[in-house]
């Protein structure tokens, strides 16, 4: 959002300087962007600013988050709104200074809401446009919505309800499913509408609803994905309706009002060939009236809206016929004869008298039906058996409803297609052998009827119940006329649907209601034959309302359309967005007419009715799921004004609409569903991020909730551990991560799966650096975004970094969504000066993962590591197991082999065999253990005897303790230096009696010298108390528990005034100490020539510390069988020994696995969380 201020100057002499410092005082603490040069004031004014004649004018603008809002009152950004909320700034009111910068006055906010106007974005801004065109000189001005409950909402519920089935279906639905199962069908569907229109009012009555209806509801109910699957549901659905109403006024005009225009001629056609040329008149017809109609919308909506009345006025007056008619009945029954041969009800088109002959003044002689029957029309002329067999017999096709011909309509007749329209209670003579000739002359099934058919074409009599919320922003009193208005319609206009289906039953007589287009009474319409004056009454305005509702779908489509596109939640749709200046959808109407086009196509109208019953059903079905949703839930904003609704109602409408969907069609229920999931997922993974305060973010929420205190009752099982990581990366000056590749790899060991948390810690505090960590984590999440890594990022800010990262470890995850596993690369260029305190940082996240149990994995090398879109098309992943870590070294290469990136590879196991192991049965054992693990790998033990310690591996160890002594003399503050000076005087006393030579043979065992006051020079924490032991006799790389150690450390054998003293100052003592008896060169006082005569002593290799020695011997020899079987391994996989247990060989530990890695491209260290994570059992 954006503020402009404009400052004035006054009568006073105030330069264009004090302004801008008053308004710089006025904003203190924020940081405006201010329009002009320099001091901000636009260059005009600047050079004015001594004459005291010309105004200064200083613009502020004030930058905001740049997110898409919802359109709300309480979010003015006019400049008007703008200069007056100002007035009310610091008037008695300093006390909430601050706040007023942000927040709006009390008294602004009720005026803002009190001019507050919601108009409709479609057809009465296209009306307003043309009326802007024609008047573009002047303004006009906007009225405020005037429509109410009866003329809003009411009428146009009942103009959309009632349509084309109503008057060419209906009858034909009685017939079929009989009266008892038409009003099951009709109940049903009235019902599932009712409940729909409970949770819409509810829906609608829970704040200000604009323009949109069942569109806005869902999506701001049930969020983008729903919303924009279900809204173009409800596009299609509307669209087909279009196109169902076109099909319905062609039926019309083609059968019953000009049967001669039809292109291809039925007459003399038979069977397929004339259902052929029926649906070909349809879809010629069709076209013309949908291009006709689409020419209509295109050039004037407000011609379709002024209509309205006209095609309102037709359906209102032609069921009002119908009720006359059927009281007319009662007293006087029309005549409308049927014609039956036996009992089947023949076609009445080509004869004129019910009868096979006729008595004239001159004999007998035979009549029109006799010759459509016979060769000839004399009366020993060869005629049809089944003719001959039968006789003829006329009856009323309307009884009258005191006849009693309900009893006969109340059970369904259910027919194949092809099958003829018989009278049940009539009897006729026929040889069941005898082939059926003359079909055409009986009236004939067109299509094989069954209940679920017949579901699927009312339903669509039955929708319309979304006008009024539609209409919402025309509405005087929205929350108030809609739930009235929509109910109400909804009465009514069940009532009339289920006394239809009765009274059709009671007045007209079976074989009439099962004829669908009226074959046996003159080609009428069968329900315009009921109807008082005329049957043209019920024709006429039939076709003028099925055309008016026909306009009504392609204005409304089109807008949907242009509503979901201009949201935009579906990217691919964003171009329908567009249309003429005045706000016309030309691109959505474009569209929509093709669509309808595609329904005209199939040019049945029983075969589009189910397609477009099933997307108003998953509608009205995802209208009572956000209804139900939101009152479970229980969110704060859920505050209907709608009373009368309950989750136990929206559930039922729910469970109805899903049951009514595959009752119609299953397989079009399917399809329908099918649809709606694919575009929730392009929506899900295309679509643009919005925010709506749905209802599915609030079930993420409680069911998130509810999980994590499921995962709160104890640790997962074994066979449920998959690595939940915490990645730590690094950020540079800009907050770019300087590691892209661990979020690669993170992806090839996820694939998606589990827990990821991608954290980065920041230097400083938090107030300070809160736009750099935002900046830091827009980064992340860019990053996690370009590698496809699914998880959360999280940024720490903390004084330093050690204790930002701690931070992390510690806080990371909720509850039971913990990480298990810390992934993090290893430290570059740790042994030059400047980079210490990167390796102190690495190696105590070592140590803190290993003491919260935590498993740690640290690749080396990880720019070498491949991303993503490379493939390895051979190679091996190689595996050292050297100790037993839980199987995690297993398991990792598993994981990695499940993406596309490693999935060519090969899994190879090496392990080490020592010289009393017995290295076949160890095969032997590994393999049948893989076997078990169900994990394919080559097995291979490599045999390491014992070797002497060369002089190699001596002066390694000798140069690594140097570069240790020198590391830790640079990296000592001047305090240490002076307490180094002391300590090495305190310590000088007992240095004497360790000049004799012997103590290089006897300085592993403490009980061997005389007692005297312990002192922390005597040992390194790392010798063993056990008798001496040759380096020679064991090889290990891990100091694990089966090594003796001293019971006396260094931190019990010190006193408590020495024990007070500085790491640094027992680093020295313990690591530098040699044993000709002479201490180390005080680090405190070293010069530059004391730091020379580090690197210019001669190597003393029995002074050096044996463990050391040992521990590089393993190093050495194992990097050596490493680099001899793995060199060529696309990865290297192997224990990461554990960190010194004080921190005075710090170094030295990041040297022995510098030389355990050396020579190998791409390595990780693996360090088990202390925890099984693979098991053999199912």
């Known amino acids: 959002m954006s503020q402009r201020f404009t400052v004035s100057k006054s009568d006073g002499e105030r330069r264009p300087s004090d302004i801008q410092g008053e308004v710089n005082q006025l904003f203190e603490g924020d940081e405006p962007v201010v329009s002009g040069e320099g001091c901000g004031v636009e260059p005009e004014a600047a050079s004015a600013g001594g004459d005291g004649a010309a105004a200064a004018e200083v613009v502020v603008v004030l930058k905001g988050d740049s997110n898409p809002k919802e359109s709300s009152p309480f979010i003015n950004s006019s400049d008007a709104a703008a200069e007056k909320s100002q007035q009310y700034d610091r008037k008695n009111m300093d006390l909430f200074e601050e706040e007023m910068e942000t927040s709006p006055m009390v008294s602004s906010l009720l005026s803002s809401l009190a001019n507050y106007s919601n108009l409709p974005q479609g057809s009465k801004e296209h009306e307003e446009g043309e009326n802007n065109e024609a008047e573009s000189s002047r303004k006009k001005p906007v009225k405020a919505p005037q429509l109410g409950t009866l003329m809003g909402v009411y009428l146009p519920c009942i103009q959309n309800i009632f349509g084309v089935i109503l008057f060419l279906r209906m009858t034909w639905l009685v017939g079929i499913g009989g009266v008892v199962g038409t009003f099951v069908i009709v109940f049903m569907c009235c019902t599932t509408t009712m409940l729909t229109a409970i949770s819409m009012s509810a829906i609608a009555t829970n704040g200000v609803v604009p323009a949109g209806g069942s569109y806005y509801m869902i999506s701001r109910s049930l969020g983008p994905e729903f919303g924009g699957a279900v809204g173009i549901c ?399 839930l229980r969110t704060p904003n859920w505050r209907p004004r709608f009373k009368f609704y309950h989750w136990a109602l929206s559930f039922l409408g729910m469970s109805l609409c899903l049951t009514l969907m595959f009752l119609c069609s299953w397989y079009y229920a399917i399809v329908a569903m099918v649809i709606a999931g694919s575009i929730y997922k392009y929506i899900e993974f295309a679509g643009a991020e919005k925010e709506w305060g749905d209802g599915i973010r609030g079930l993420s929420l409680s069911a998130a909730r509810y999980a994590l205190m499921r995962l709160e009752e104890g640790p997962p099982h074994t066979k449920n551990w998959r690595p939940q990581l915490l990645v730590l990366v690094s950020t540079d000056g800009e907050q770019n991560v300087e590691q892209p590749r661990l979020l690669s790899l993170t992806n090839q060991l996820k694939a998606g799966k589990g827990l990821t948390i991608v954290g980065t810690a920041l230097e400083g505090t938090f107030l300070k650096n809160f736009e750099q960590s935002q900046r830091a984590e827009q980064a992340l999440r860019k990053l996690m975004e370009t590698e496809k890594v699914k998880g959360f990022c999280q940024v720490t800010v903390s004084s330093n970094l050690r204790d930002a990262t701690s931070h992390l470890l510690q806080a990371s995850g909720l509850g039971g969504l913990k990480h298990n596993a810390v992934l993090v690369s290893w430290p570059r260029n740790w042994k030059q000066g400047d980079e210490h305190l990167k390796l102190r940082n690495f190696i105590e996240l070592v140590r803190e993962t290993t003491a919260a149990d935590l498993a740690l994995l640290v690749p080396k090398n990880i720019a070498a590591f491949p991303s993503n879109g490379e493939r390895f098309t051979e190679g091996h992943i190689d595996v050292w197991w050297i100790v037993h870590d839980g199987g995690m070294l297993m398991l990792l290469p598993f994981l990695l082999r499940q993406h596309k990136v490693w999935r060519k590879c090969k899994m190879r196991i090496f392990t080490v065999a020592q010289m009393d192991d017995n290295s076949i049965q160890m095969k032997k054992d590994l393999t049948t253990f893989l076997y078990h693990l169900r994990i394919d790998a080559m097995v291979e033990v490599v045999e390491m005897h014992d070797s002497d310690i060369s002089a190699y591996t001596y002066e390694k160890t000798l140069v690594m303790e140097q570069r240790s002594q020198m590391l830790k003399q640079i990296n000592l503050t001047k305090t240490e230096r002076e307490r180094e000076i002391q300590s090495i005087t305190d310590s000088s006393r007992g240095s004497i009696r360790r000049k004799n030579p012997a103590a290089v043979t006897t300085q592993l065992s403490v009980t061997e010298d005389p007692p005297a006051p312990p002192t922390k020079e005597e040992k390194p924490e790392e010798e063993s108390t056990s008798p001496p032991v040759s380096p020679l006799d064991q090889v290990q790389l891990i100091h694990d528990n089966t090594t003796p150690t001293s019971p006396a450390t260094p931190a019990t054998l010190l006193t408590p005034p020495e024990a007070a003293q500085s790491p640094g100052e027992q680093v020295q003592m313990t690591w530098t100490e040699k044993c000709d008896g002479e201490p180390a060169k005080p680090p405190g006082a070293a010069t530059q020539e004391g730091i020379k005569d580090i690197f210019s002593m001669k190597p003393e290799w029995e002074n050096l510390n044996q463990s050391n020695v040992r521990r590089m011997h393993t190093a050495l020899r194992l990097n050596e069988v490493i680099i001899k079987k793995s060199s060529e391994a696309k990865l290297v996989l192997l224990n990461m020994p554990g960190p010194p247990k004080n921190r005075t060989g710090d170094e030295n530990y990041m040297e022995f696995l510098e030389v355990l890695t050396e020579g190998l491209n791409r390595v990780l260290l693996v360090r088990g969380g202390g925890r099984e994570v693979i098991t053999i059992y199912s």
């Open 234 to 632: 409800f596009y299609l659905g509307t669209t087909f309706a279009g196109a169902m109403y076109i099909l319905g006024a062609i039926e019309l005009l083609l059968i019953y009002i000009v049967p001669k225009a039809a292109i291809f001629p039925l007459e003399g056609l038979e069977g397929a060939e004339q259902e052929a040329a029926l649906l070909n008149n349809m879809r010629v017809y069709g076209t013309i009236l949908l291009t006709s109609m689409a020419t209509v919308v295109f050039v004037g909506v407000k011609y379709v809206n002024k209509l309205a009345l006209v095609f309102l006025a037709c359906v209102i007056l032609s069921i009002l016929a119908v009720y006359a008619g059927v009281i007319k009945t009662g007293v006087d029954a029309p005549d409308f004869p049927v014609c039956l041969l036996g009992n089947r009800t023949l076609v009445w088109k080509s004869f004129d008298v019910c009868a096979k002959t006729i008595e004239t003044t001159n004999g007998t002689v035979t009549t029109q039906l006799w010759r459509m029957f016979c060769d000839s029309s004399l009366l020993n002329a060869t005629c049809d058996k089944f003719f001959s067999m039968n006789n003829v017999t006329q009856i009323q096709g309307i009884p009258g409803v005191t006849s009693g011909i309900l009893t006969e309509n109340l059970f369904p007749f259910y027919y194949e297609k092809g099958d003829l329209i018989a009278r049940e209670n009539m009897q006729s003579v026929e040889d069941p052998d005898d082939p059926l000739t003359n079909a055409n002359r009986y009236v004939l099934a067109d299509i094989t009827s069954f209940f679920t058919l017949l579901v699927g074409i009312y339903f669509p009599s039955v929708t319309g119940i979304m006008a009024g919320s539609n209409r919402s922003g025309d509405l005087r009193d929205a929350q108030k006329s809609i739930p009235i208005g929509t109910i109400a319609a909804i009465t009514t206009t069940s009532f009339v649907y289920m006394s239809s289906v009765i009274l059709f039953g009671a007045c007209i007589d079976g074989v009439v209601l099962r004829d669908k287009f009226g074959e046996g009474v003159h080609g009428n319409l069968v329900i315009g034959t009921l109807a008082w004056p005329s049957p043209w009454v019920i024709v006429i305005g039939s076709f003028f309302s099925t055309c008016g509702a026909g306009l009504q779908s392609l204005t409304g489509a089109p807008r949907l359309m242009q509503a979901i596109a201009k949201d935009g939640i579906v990217p691919a749709l964003r171009i329908f967005g567009h249309g003429k200046a005045n706000g016309e959808p030309t691109w959505s109407l474009l569209l929509t007419a093709c669509i309808c086009e595609s329904g005209i196509l199939i040019a049945s109208l029983d075969a589009v009715a189910p397609i477009l019953s099933m997307f108003f059903l998953m509608c009205y079905m995802f209208v009572n799921l956000a209804c139900a949703l939101q009152t479970l």
